[in-house]
């Protein structure tokens, strides 16, 4: 993954920390000290939203509580692979992709 998708990629989600795998996922991580009303699903949901809605395709969401006694942290945790959406819908690997693609189009 390029540098560019990765800024693309943290500047599409609010998460306080985004961890980029070398297996092609990306882990979102939201810390909480009380829950009040929020899960992890609905964080995994709102993560999908944002990354759909910036052209990303999203794929294989998991979602899990990282929950820990005070005073560690708790976190939601999103991990899902996420690929640049070319402008037929198709998922790409990267934004290098993106942009070869689009300058044969042109």
Same mark, same amino acid.
């Given at each position: 993954? @390029? ?12 998460? #306080? ?5 070398? #297996?092609?996922?990306?882990?979102? %991580?939201?810390?909480? =000290?009380? %829950?009040?009303?929020? @899960?992890?699903?609905?964080?995994? !949901?709102? *993560? /999908? %939203?944002?990354?759909? !809605?910036?052209? =990303?395709? *999203? $794929?294989?969401?998991?979602?899990? #509580?990282? &929950?820990?006694? &005070?005073?560690?942290? $708790?976190?939601?945790?999103? @991990?899902?692979? *996420?690929?640049?959406? $070319?402008? !037929?819908?198709?998922?790409?690997? #990267?934004? /290098?992709?993106? $942009?070869? !693609?689009? /300058?044969?189009?042109?």
């Amino acid at each position: 993954m @390029t540098k560019l998708f990765k800024n693309m990629v943290r500047g599409a989600v609010r998460a #306080d920390k985004v961890t980029f795998r070398k #297996d092609g996922t990306v882990e979102f %991580r939201r810390a909480y =000290f009380y %829950r009040m009303g929020a @899960t992890a699903e609905k964080f995994g !949901e709102r *993560v /999908s %939203r944002e990354l759909t !809605e910036a052209g =990303f395709h *999203v $794929s294989d969401l998991q979602t899990e #509580d990282r &929950w820990a006694a &005070w005073p560690k942290t $708790s976190y939601f945790v999103a @991990t899902a692979k *996420v690929a640049f959406r $070319s402008v !037929e819908g198709r998922p790409l690997d #990267d934004v /290098s992709a993106a $942009s070869a !693609e689009a /300058s044969a189009n042109s």
